[in-house]
């Protein structure tokens, strides 16, 4: 029960920094300008540094498997939370969880469609707001406390609870050809990044190790132009990387910033 109680509270500290563990976020554009956002978190590192601090679990979770696909859209069209625009920009999203306990493995994916680029920025910037507000990360939360079956669609777990706080300080932009994530408050961010909150994940990397933040795109066609730090590209130009080191991200606030034309 600690350890999963642990887990649960530290994949949420992670969410709100952005930074912590391995997360990726993969967005895919296609020809018509429509495509898919999904943000990947890997706790696996996290729970195998767990357990070799011996942390004590119960029997009921020691033996914990979960390997599922939930569509949210029953869920998300009978929320009284969230507004009609709301409804048609997230009913089609589906949550993915696969937690493995005895292997220390813990891996949660949420994939939402867009139907225009132009709807990119605001499926980003609120993905998990929606997704809290559907009261599903409490359902899930107490499931695996339990070590009962995952009831379906309660398997978000609490990283859905809240975005980063860092995200105010930037903003995300994507047009057809053009997509770019720049500071727009330095001083506030400065501020931001010398909080306890980022201290303490400071010290909490020296002993559960590096952790990576990548961000990928897959456009419809050859990019023009792209510029930011720990960039790399395919040899056909169409899929674009960003991979960041929580160190990278706390030394210098600017690794976060890109822009890419195509």
Do not use: W
Not at 93 to 111: C, F, G, R, T
Not at 230 to 248: A, N, P
Request: charged share 25%; aromatic share 8%; hydrophobic share 40%.
């Amino acid at each position: 029960m600690k350890k999963i109680k642990f887990i649960v509270a530290a994949l949420s500290a992670c969410v709100l920094l952005s930074s912590c563990l391995n997360i990726e976020e993969r967005i895919v554009i296609k020809n018509d300008n429509s495509g898919t956002y999904s943000l990947s978190i890997d706790m696996s590192k996290l729970m195998e540094t767990i357990a070799q601090m011996g942390q004590s679990i119960d029997s009921a979770s020691k033996n914990k498997k979960v390997d599922t696909t939930i569509a949210l859209k029953g869920y998300i069209d009978t929320a009284k939370s969230l507004t009609p625009a709301e409804k048609a920009l997230y009913r089609n999203s589906m949550v993915s969880i696969k937690m493995d306990m005895p292997d220390n493995i813990a891996k949660i994916k949420i994939e939402c469609p867009f139907t225009t680029i132009n709807d990119l920025s605001v499926v980003k910037k609120n993905l998990f707001s929606v997704i809290s507000r559907l009261d599903v990360t409490k359902a899930a939360a107490s499931s695996l406390t339990q070590g009962s079956s995952l009831p379906a669609g309660t398997n978000l777990d609490a990283a859905s609870q809240a975005g980063s706080p860092m995200a105010q300080f930037f903003t995300f932009t994507a047009v057809p050809g053009k997509i770019s994530y720049v500071i727009n408050n330095k001083a506030g961010l400065d501020k931001e990044m010398a909080g306890d909150s980022i201290q303490q994940m400071k010290q909490m990397s020296m002993f559960m190790g590096d952790f990576l933040y990548s961000t990928i795109f897959v456009l419809p066609r050859e990019a023009k132009k792209f510029s930011g730090p720990g960039m790399s590209i395919s040899d056909d130009k169409k899929t674009v990387i960003f991979k960041r080191h929580f160190d990278d991200l706390t030394d210098n606030v600017e690794n976060l910033e890109y822009k890419i034309e195509y």
